[in-house]
């Protein structure tokens, strides 16, 4: 090792950055929405192995509620209450239509939850004391065709030598 290195317990500063972070403890995921992108979402194994276990998902159609997605088993909305008071840590996560996204929102605030994941096309109204983070996927489209279309329209730098005015 040379004279004056520095020398890092990574495992610690792993550990704080983490802490830091809110990483330390696993923080339960109620996804709210058995269509298309909820079935998705609890198909996903990333939560689980980052901290974000699956811990229910709810519909209020009949024909979804008892069905297993992800091995989760689909339970009725109105379940909420009792699911959230089972895990203190909870995360909603709206993946319904925007037509009923603020009543699912309203539910999740009224059970407890105070962290919420929306992809529904739409702002909802929460509480102050109440995060929200909306993922627009039709805007992270625009975006990346924005920088797309300007990859390609604008022109490429042209080098100059070191010193030349």
């Known amino acids: 090792m040379a004279h004056g290195a520095l020398v890092y317990d990574v495992a610690y500063l792993t550990f704080q950055m983490n802490r ?6 696993d ?6 929405g058995a269509g298309n992108l909820g079935q998705a979402l609890a198909n996903y194994g990333g939560f689980s192995s980052r901290g974000f276990p699956v811990l229910a998902m709810v519909d209020s159609d009949p ?5 297993n997605i992800g091995g989760v088993v689909v339970r009725h909305v109105d379940d909420l209450p009792a699911i959230v008071g089972s895990s203190p840590t909870t ?3 709206i993946a319904t239509p925007a037509p009923v996204a603020q009543s699912v929102a309203d539910r999740l605030v009224d059970a407890g939850v105070r962290s919420i994941l929306n992809f529904a096309p739409v702002v909802l109204s929460v509480p102050d004391d109440v995060l929200v ?9 625009q975006v990346l065709s924005f920088y797309q279309q300007r990859s390609t329209t604008m022109p490429s730098p042209v080098p100059t030598r070191a010193g030349a005015a």
């Open 133 to 141: 983070r909306k993922v627009d996927l039709a805007l992270e489209l």
């Open 91 to 93: 995360i909603g996560v």
């Open 27 to 32: 923080r339960s995921v109620v996804i709210v």
């Open 20 to 25: 830091e972070l809110g990483l330390t403890e």
């Open 63 to 67: 024909d979804k509620v008892g069905s």
